[in-house]
């Protein structure tokens, strides 16, 4: 049972464009999301995470919108620079301690 | 100030062995958690431990898994009796305080571990 889920496995966007990662959700428990990003042989590090109470947040460049009737959130970046190339995950939790993850998407970004 | 550290990076075990994975976490921090990453998939919760204490062991398999966090030492994931389906990269995070408070994790590189 996948409660969150990342539909596309892979991006490719030109440097200095938009790049737009998508996550849906099942559980509607869930009331806190994150997006990690992790490079190959090293580990996810977060990246930006909003709460269920908001629909926006924005940090620099990456801006997380959530919302929360679709069970959907994307995650903005812009403009897309070639060192943010990496699989990005989004994550989800509820009111336990656990973080629910998506299969991820990995993201090119062409010089 | 260490990140998260964990050891070995690459582990190579053959059918029926044990294998025994270390998580030391970030100084200050009393939270760990262990998450597992099969090929092309997520991570997959596993374990939630305090120093000394299982919080929740809910995505833990139910046999030749466990997972201890000593007062001293580091965090161990022990997989006794290792078969092929456990190869995967396991991954350790740790938080000064509960995720129940949406304190974010800090991961580890991980163990990657293959099993011939």
């Known amino acids: 049972d996948q409660q969150v889920k990342q539909n596309s496995p892979s991006l490719s966007v030109q440097e200095g464009r938009i790049s737009i990662l998508n996550c849906d959700y099942t559980n509607s428990m869930f009331d806190y999301f994150l997006w990690y990003k992790k490079y190959p042989a090293e580990g996810p590090t977060f990246l930006i995470s909003?709460?269920?109470?908001?629909d926006k947040n924005e940090d620099g460049r990456f801006t997380v919108f959530l919302n929360k009737s679709a069970k959907h959130l994307s995650l903005h970046i812009v403009p897309s620079q070639p060192g943010d190339s990496a699989v990005y995950f989004c994550?989800?939790?509820?009111?336990?301690?656990?973080?629910?993850f998506g299969e991820g998407t990995q993201l090119t970004v062409n010089p | 100030n260490a990140g998260v550290m964990q050891n070995p990076r690459h582990l190579v075990r053959r059918r029926g062995q044990e294998a025994r994975l270390r998580c030391s976490p970030m100084?200050?921090?009393?939270?760990v958690y262990w998450y597992r990453q099969l090929p092309e998939e997520g991570l997959k919760f596993m374990v939630y431990l305090q120093k000394e204490n299982i919080i929740d062991e809910s995505g833990m398999p139910k046999e030749r898994f466990s997972a201890e966090f000593p007062k001293e030492g580091p965090s161990i994931l022990r997989i006794q009796q290792v078969v092929r389906g456990d190869s995967a990269a396991y991954f350790c995070?740790?938080?000064?305080?509960?995720?129940?408070?949406?304190?974010?994790?800090?991961f580890g590189s991980g163990t990657q571990l293959s099993v011939l």
């Open positions: 994550a989800a939790k509820g009111s336990g301690s656990r973080l629910t």
């Open positions: 100084k200050g921090h009393s939270h």
């Open positions: 909003i709460s269920s109470i908001k």
């Open positions: 995070a740790s938080s000064e305080q509960m995720t129940a408070n949406n304190e974010k994790l800090f």
